[in-house]
């Protein structure tokens, strides 16, 4: 194999591409966004909606309000028998976590170090994990996840089950609304997720299986 | 040409024959389409949508080489490393190159339909390493030393039975089960491991913005999220067709893709990747390498016409929809893309020589026109490209590879025929007399004979009859 010269490729890729577009130039129709501008739904059935959407693909919710949350959660794992919590210790939802845990579990076990240096534990010894979300989505049913240093991105995926706080004033109608209403394009984070339900899969004859590679569970608590 | 053509005519003769391969193909594809019809019930929805799915495609054809260099650009602000590739083999020198510099062993792969173009897996594990498909149905047909038989589903040719044998006697220490739960917790047991071992992660792209330098990933499993994620370096390969220009022209690509690909929604994941690990993030890979590749490409879009096949999304709805894929399903194609994108693709890449069947592979039905979330005139390429295969020319690989002297000579001689009244009444008046005295082995006419029955000629032509009646000739 002759060895691949990478700026020559370029150039004749690029050039073979103009030389073509020159010869025949395209002139597109115009992209009329319109049918996702005037997808609406009222505030009030916007969470209804989420709800039915995510929970036909198993996702499950958890009610509470901005005061419980903490507590609501903890007695919400403890009677799953879930053993151990990865949390984010500096946030702010975090810090909250830490101040209302009480004794009798699940353990709190903070992502603190880069992957590397706890790969085998975040494999084998994590129950769940716990990441704030940014909203919500009505149209599609999805949470919309940015993940940060203080909630690295392995937390709502490695952990069989993955425990997502979502407010319940901060949902949208659509994705577009949320990227272009939230100015996205002006800077996206090293990884942004829209996730709408556990890990599944149908590749085994059409039939549906959760759990495949990411979370088994999904549970979304909604804060008011 | 001097390449051995592909035998599609052999291979799907044999498929037709399997009636258990048959019997998957139809469940699996039934369901696809009347779940698929769900999801685009309200047609003025459907209309709108895919009005704009179709203008964010050409758009961002109209200004291709402009994109990808603004992909370039931001990708590379980003801290995500581009390189190009006219060709599979500098793609797979490129994949090599990195691994190699990185001395990666493990390979796991998210689902790309790219890789499988490049022969990728089988490339690598002629360097001596190992190269893992992580989604489940790749995984399957890795086991099975098969090639994917659909783009979206890569093992639907299989069912549940023959999922359960090939998990007992491939995979060491497994239990013959049949229920899917536990064949999929099998998996997932064995390729967590595979993950957190992994040295590198591969992905395809289903759509890369140019505006913000972002890679955008649709998936239900979460081994998209895992390959792209927990290994130290990931490498993406794209198609150079797969840049969009901006980030609010995501939305209703994704949609439409989901919807025609699978009838959900949305895919349980959407995975945004626009940076490698930044200071002070604690996971994520530390180098993101973005393969561009051309791979016939370039010459496609230089065909005002043909340019069109680029505008594909990869949802799979054409083969579901297949009158001829459903029946033979995707082996018979023997090519990373089967069904109606494929037998339009496939020949423009790999030539006419070798691949100019497959454009026959084709009802002419339209039915795959018809549901195109970006409207693929799929079916006048088709055309398009049968012309091409007979008559010598340059706007795509092995044109003329087909011409046959004597089909060229049969229409000439129809054409002649039909354009003087004497030689068709001759021609007419002949086969009346003597057209069911030929033998069904004639030379041409046996291609027809072979599977199907040969036609009766009436005694007397309609002229002859119109005649009697009192009409004229003219």
């Not at chain 2, 999801?39 to 200004?63: I, M, T, Y």
């Not at chain 2, 491991?193 to 289903?206: E, H």
């Not at chain 2, 051309?294 to 065909?303: C, E, L, M, Q, T």
Request: proline share 6%.
């Amino acid at each position: 194999m002759s060895e691949a010269r990478p700026t020559d490729s370029r150039n004749a890729i690029l050039g073979k591409l103009r030389a073509g577009r020159d010869a025949h130039p395209l002139t597109p129709p115009e992209s009329d966004f319109t049918v996702l501008r005037d997808k609406r739904w009222a505030p009030s059935e916007r969470l209804d909606r989420i709800k039915t959407m995510m929970e036909a693909v198993h996702t499950e919710f958890l009610e509470t309000t901005e005061a419980d949350w903490p507590t609501a959660v903890q007695d919400f794992l403890k009677a799953q028998g879930t053993r151990t919590l990865l949390y984010g210790t500096a946030t702010e939802a975090g810090q909250r976590i830490a101040a209302a845990w009480a004794d009798g579990g699940p353990d709190l076990v903070p992502y603190d170090g880069p992957v590397e240096t706890f790969k085998e534990r975040l494999f084998d010894g994590i129950d769940a994990g716990i990441t704030t979300t940014l909203g919500a989505i009505a149209d599609t049913g999805s949470l919309i996840v940015w993940p940060t240093p203080e909630e690295p991105r392995l937390m709502s995926l490695v952990p069989h089950m993955h425990v997502a706080l979502l407010h319940a004033d901060q949902l949208y109608d659509t994705f577009w609304q949320a990227m272009t209403e939230n100015r996205w394009a002006d800077g996206m984070p090293t990884n942004a997720l829209l996730i709408s339900g556990p890990s599944k899969t149908a590749d085994i004859e059409q039939t549906l299986a959760y759990g495949v590679h990411g979370p088994k569970r999904l549970v979304v608590v909604v804060i008011r | 040409m001097g390449e051995t053509s592909v035998n599609f005519a052999k291979a799907s003769t044999t498929a037709l024959q399997d009636p258990q391969l048959r019997a998957n193909f139809r469940r699996a594809m039934d369901g696809l389409m009347s779940k698929r019809a769900v999801q685009f019930a309200d047609s003025r929805e459907w209309n709108a949508v895919r009005a704009l799915g179709a203008s964010v495609r050409l758009r961002a054809l109209s200004k291709l080489p402009e994109l990808l260099e603004k992909l370039e650009a931001n990708c590379t602000r980003n801290g995500i490393r581009v390189h190009w590739a006219s060709t599979t083999d500098e793609a797979n020198a490129i994949v090599l190159s990195i691994m190699q510099r990185v001395n990666a062993k493990l390979v796991v792969k998210g689902k790309s339909m790219v890789s499988e173009e490049m022969h990728l897996n089988a490339f690598l594990e002629q360097h001596g390493i190992e190269s893992l498909e992580s989604d489940l149905g790749e995984y399957i047909v890795q086991l099975d030393e098969a090639m994917p038989s659909h783009i979206i589903m890569p093992a639907i040719h299989m069912n549940t039975k023959q999922i359960a044998h090939l998990f007992k006697q491939k995979i060491k220490d497994a239990e013959y089960t049949e229920d899917v739960a536990q064949l999929t917790d099998l998996a997932r047991r064995i390729l967590r491991k595979k993950f957190a071992a992994a040295d590198v992660g591969i992905s395809g792209v289903n759509m890369a913005v140019a505006e913000t330098g972002t890679l955008c990933l649709v998936e239900n499993e979460g081994n998209g999220r895992m390959s792209t994620t927990v290994p130290p370096v990931h490498i993406a390969v794209m198609g150079l067709e797969k840049v969009v220009e901006k980030l609010e022209d995501v939305p209703p690509v994704i949609s439409l893709l989901t919807r025609s690909a699978t009838a959900q929604p949305i895919t349980t994941y959407v995975n945004m990747i626009s940076s490698p690990r930044k200071d002070g993030e604690k996971d994520g890979p530390r180098e993101i390498h973005l393969v561009i590749l051309d791979n016939g490409r370039s010459a496609i879009y230089a065909d005002e016409e043909l340019r069109n096949t680029l505008r594909c999304i990869r949802c799979g709805a054409c083969m579901n929809h297949c009158p001829v894929y459903t029946k033979v399903g995707g082996h018979a194609y023997e090519a990373p893309y089967p069904g109606p994108i494929g037998s339009i693709l496939v020949p423009q890449m790999e030539g006419l020589g070798k691949r100019g069947e497959l454009p026959h592979a084709c009802t002419m039905c339209n039915a795959c026109v018809e549901i195109c979330p970006v409207k693929i005139p799929i079916v006048e390429i088709m055309g398009r490209l049968r012309a091409e295969a007979v008559h010598p020319g340059d706007a795509v690989k092995g044109a003329g590879a087909r011409a046959s002297k004597a089909e060229a000579m049969v229409w000439k001689g129809w054409s002649m025929t039909y354009a003087s009244p004497l030689a068709y009444r001759f021609a007419t008046g002949l086969l009346a007399k003597l057209g069911n005295a030929a033998p069904t082995s004639l030379p041409l006419l046996k291609e027809w004979t072979n599977v199907r029955a040969k036609p009766r000629f009436a005694r007397r032509t309609l002229h002859d009859l119109a005649r009697e009646k009192g009409i004229p000739d003219v």
